[in-house]
Structures are given as structure tokens and as C-alpha cells.
């Protein structure tokens, strides 16, 4: 997504299929959203993957939501994730005081405490109906900008080994952290309850080390986030 108010870029990457929004459809967050899909005819013979974009998020033209979800053993988790995520994340900023001063009480003081409450609000849905190994990693980040102010923020939310780049000034900013067994700490976490790895993978099968979804390996692997939030500078163009 490329942001508005900064000079456009050109990124050419090798892919077989683009989507991007029309004059019709221009977005108001951003300057535009690009969407690219190749498939992996060698491993996966269908699609798992699902993203979703919501520009105007909450009726606020300065603010978008985008996410991106990353299937595994079908796409029930994903697909699921991608309808509840942004609703489970609208629901808790409406008790959030960092994105409205005027809520009293407020459930979360900030915007991050909202975007993990969100993460384990849909976890917990889509692990009622998840098929015993469908689960999906995720990356989500939230364009906001503080009332009253011109000071813009990202919030990027991941689970597993989805990443989110922020390109600042011809240098990539990572917003996410991957989590996977290759990470000595993630491998720790993994084995301490109880799982076990086999050529870099859990079980010999799964790669992350956390997802949504994903039953049969829960007690080993979680959905805790790893959250962040940064401020937006004139150099930021787009993130991938």
C-alpha cells in the first residue's frame, strides 16, 4: 500500500497476477493498494490464502486496515480470519481511549492493547469450528491518525511468519517479528511444552511456530502477537 501526500514509487516484482484499485475505487487512506498472487503449482494446488482491505476503517477516512492471512491445510481459518479480525478490532477501538479521549471507562489505554485484544477474540472464534490442522499465520496493520492532530501511526499485529516492511527513505523498516522453530527462543517455546521438531519443522509439518486455528499442534504453539507501532515520517512511502 503506498500512502498519500508522498511520491509515488515504482516496484517491479516477478508475479503472475496484479490487482490494483481503479479511479472508481481510490482509496482515501492511502494513495493505492496493490495485490499480487503466484501460485505455488509444486506444493499447493489450491489457493489458502485470503487478505482483506478496509479503507475509511470505522468511517474515518484517515484510517485502513489491511491484513494479510496465510492458510495452512486449508482455507477455513484463513477465510475466517479475514471476515472476524477486522470486526473483533473495530469492536475493541470503540473502547479504546487512545483512539477516543471521550470513552470513560475505557477497556484498552492504547491502540496496541486493542489490536492484541482483537487477536485473541478471533482466535478463540475460529478455534470453535477449525478443522484439526487448519490454521493460517497473519499480518495486519491499522493507518491511524491522532485526533486532532497531523501525526500518523502504523500498528502492525503478526502471528507466525507473515512480515510487514515499511520502505523509509530507500531502507526497509520491519514492523514484525517472524516467528518460527529456525528462531532459537520460538524453538525453545516449542519444545519446552512439549513439541518437537524434525527437519526445521513441527511435528516434520509445520514451519511456524505460532498460528491461528491449527488444533492438533495448540498445546505446543500459541497466537500471541508481536505488536508495533510507528511513527510515520515524509520519507515513508509503502508497505509490503
Known amino acids: 500500500l503506498e500512502f498519500l501526500d ?6 517491479a516484482v516477478p508475479i503472475r497476477a496484479v ?30 490464502d485470503e487478505h482483506v482491505r478496509i479503507d475509511a476503517s470505522g468511517g474515518n477516512s484517515q484510517h485502513a486496515f489491511f491484513g494479510v492471512f496465510d492458510g495452512h491445510y486449508g482455507r477455513d481459518v484463513s477465510s475466517s480470519l479475514a471476515k472476524v ?16 479521549g471521550w470513552i470513560q471507562p475505557a477497556r484498552h489505554s492504547s491502540v496496541c492493547e486493542a489490536l492484541q485484544a482483537a487477536v485473541a477474540a478471533s482466535e478463540a472464534h475460529v478455534l470453535e469450528s477449525a478443522p484439526l490442522r487448519s490454521g493460517a499465520t497473519a499480518a495486519a496493520v491499522f493507518l491511524f491518525q491522532n485526533p486532532g492532530s497531523s501525526e500518523r501511526w502504523l500498528y502492525n499485529a503478526n502471528v507466525g511468519d507473515v512480515r510487514s516492511v515499511l520502505w523509509r527513505g530507500g531502507d526497509l523498516l ?5 516467528h518460527d522453530v529456525a528462531d532459537n527462543n520460538e524453538l525453545h517455546s516449542v519444545v519446552s511444552r512439549g513439541g518437537w521438531v524434525v527437519l526445521g519443522r513441527l511435528s516434520g509439518l509445520l514451519s511456524s511456530s505460532r498460528a491461528f486455528g491449527s488444533p492438533e499442534w495448540k498445546r505446543w504453539i500459541s497466537a500471541e502477537p508481536h505488536v508495533s507501532r510507528t511513527k510515520l515520517e515524509s520519507t515513508d512511502t509503502h508497505v509490503i
Not at 6 to 11: F, Q, S, Y
Not at 19 to 48: F, I, K, W, Y
Open 19 to 48: 490487482s490494483q484499485t481503479s479511479p472508481a475505487t481510490q482509496p482515501l487512506a492511502v494513495r493505492d493498494v496493490g495485490v499480487a498472487t503466484e501460485q505455488n503449482e509444486a506444493h499447493c494446488d489450491v489457493m489458502e
Open 85 to 100: 479480525l477486522p470486526k473483533s478490532f473495530l469492536e475493541e477501538l470503540r473502547h479504546c481511549a487512545e483512539y477516543d
Open 174 to 178: 520491519h514492523l514484525s517479528q517472524v
Open 6 to 11: 508522498m511520491p509515488a514509487r515504482t516496484l
